[in-house]
């Protein structure tokens, strides 16, 4: 599911990237000290090359329902959290807030359910110009 909410997650980012533009960064190797050193104020010990990306997207999507408009106008200022939960009978149910602050969460009763189906199945591997598109939509 896309759509992180936590503060300290934004504010890791946003350090991130300012930091990252003051650097002239050539190698992969480089980089991932640099994120290291950026990011211990996040309690960050250590940053890896991922050699492959697996497409959970593609495996999990088809099985859920759409929850799309949350976090945008659709819904005054948008509902940035979400809560999962798993009721009596096993169905994963979601609920969305405004903000960590809030105190009421929608919608009343048992929440929508997430998932239409449980997808089964091993998660295929992205090809390069799929890695290319994901993250140029990000």
């Known amino acids: 599911m896309k759509g ?3 503060s300290a997650l934004d504010q890791s980012f946003s350090r991130l990237i300012d930091g990252l533009t003051s650097y002239a960064i050539y190698t992969v190797s480089s980089l991932l000290e640099r994120m290291v ?3 211990a104020r996040y309690h960050v010990i250590e940053c890896r090359e991922v ?3 697996w ?6 999507e088809p099985h859920m329902h759409d929850f799309g408009g949350f976090a945008t106008g659709k819904f005054g200022d948008g509902l940035h959290e979400f809560l999962l939960r798993k009721d009596a009978e096993g169905h994963v149910r979601t609920f969305f807030c405004k903000s960590s602050q809030a105190s009421t969460w929608l919608p009343e009763g048992p929440g929508y359910k997430v998932w239409k189906a449980i997808p089964t199945g091993i998660p295929p591997f992205l090809s390069p110009s799929s890695n ?3 993250f140029g939509n990000a």
């Open 51 to 53: 050699h492959c990306l």
């Open 55 to 60: 497409d959970f997207k593609g495996l999990q």
């Open 132 to 134: 290319r598109i994901i």
């Open 4 to 6: 992180h909410t936590y």
């Open 37 to 39: 050193i950026l990011l």
